[in-house]
C-alpha cells in the first residue's frame, strides 16, 4: 500500500485551541506514518495573521507534547525557539514568488469581487461552496487597485485515488471556478499557502479530514501550474460531529484538548477516544503515541472490521 520513505504533515492553523478533531487527524497521521516507515512533518499554517495568536501556537505545542506526539525533522522545542520555515508567516517570501511567476506566465489575475459579489452572481443553496464565474478574468483590474489575485482555472478533471475513500474525479473550473489566492488584506489563502507548502516540502500524502476532500482537485490543479509533475497520494479519514452532523469546531470551543486535560483525562486516554471516534477502536481504551502504529497494518485498519 505504502512504501517507505514517504512525508505527510501534522498541519493545525493556530486560530483557536486543539479539539478532539485534531487528535483525531492526529492519530491517523502519526498511526500511519509509524506503521508504514513514513515521516511527519509538523507545520503551523498562520498565513492568517488576522486570527492567529501566539497562545494558540504555545497551546497547540503545548498538546502535542502532551499526547506524546513527536514529530521528524523540525520539533515543538525547535519551534518554541524562533522562526522557521515550518510557521508559515515566518517565510512569507516564497508564496510571493510564486505568485509572481504566475502573474507572469498570464495565469494569476487582479480581483476586486468580494465574497458577497461571488455569491450574489451565482446564488447557491445554503452550505454550498459558491463557483467564481470569473467576473474580472478579462475585467482589467489595474494590479495597484487591490491585493486580491486569483489564479485562472482552465476546464478539465483531476482524477485521485483515495487510499480510503477509493477513485475520485473532480472538475475545478466547474466546482470553483478560478481560485482566490490572495485576499483584499494581502494575505494568501489558505488554498495557495498549503499547496506550494506541500510542494515545496515534498509532501507525498496528504492525511486530512473528509471535510477537505473537494479541496484536493483545485489544489491539484495549482499545484500543475507551479510545476509540480507528481502529485501526493491523498486520505481523507471520518470527522468526529456533533449528533445534528455539524463538525467540530476551534471557534465553537468544541470537546477541546485543554478541557479534557483539565478534566483529569491523559493524553493516551484522549488518543484512545479520539481513535474510537473515528472508527479505529471497537470502544475506547488509552491508547499511548507509540502504539498507534498498532491500529494500521497489512490485515486492516482498527479493531472495527470492514463492510
Partial sequence: MLAPGFTTRFAPAPTGHLHL?????????????????????????????????????ASILDDLDWLGLVPDGASTAVLRRGPHAQRQSDDLARYDDRLIALE???????????????????PVADGAEPRYPGTCRTAGVAPDETPARRVTITDGVETFDDLRLGPQTQRPATDVGDVLVRDRLGQFTYQFAVTVDDFEQRIDLLIRGE?????????????????????????????????????????????????????????????????????????????????????????????????
Avoid at 507572469?104 to 451565482?122: K, T
Avoid at 507551479?226 to 497520494?233: F, H, S, V
Wanted: some cysteine; aromatic content about 6%.
Fill in 21 to 57: 478533531g485534531h487528535a483525531v487527524n492526529a492519530v491517523w497521521v502519526w498511526g500511519i506514518a509509524r506503521a508504514y516507515g513514513g515521516r511527519v512533518l509538523l507545520r503551523l499554517e498562520d498565513h492568517d495573521r488576522g486570527r492567529c495568536r501566539p497562545a494558540y501556537e
Fill in 104 to 122: 507572469a506566465d498570464g495565469l494569476a489575475y487582479p480581483c476586486r469581487c468580494s465574497r458577497a459579489d461571488v455569491e450574489r452572481a451565482q
Fill in 211 to 307: 471535510d477537505l476532500l473537494a479541496s484536493t482537485g483545485r489544489q491539484f490543479r495549482i499545484a500543475r501550474m507551479l510545476g509540480r509533475i507528481e502529485m501526493p497520494r491523498v486520505l481523507h479519514h471520518p470527522l468526529v460531529r456533533h449528533p445534528d452532523g455539524r463538525k467540530l469546531s476551534k471557534s465553537a470551543q468544541d470537546t477541546g484538548l485543554r478541557e479534557l486535560r483539565a478534566s483529569g483525562r491523559t493524553g493516551a486516554e484522549v488518543l484512545g477516544i479520539a481513535a474510537h471516534a473515528s472508527g479505529l477502536l471497537a470502544a475506547p481504551r488509552p491508547l499511548e503515541a507509540r502504539s498507534l502504529a498498532d491500529l494500521f497494518g497489512p490485515d486492516g485498519w482498527g479493531e472495527i472490521p470492514a463492510g
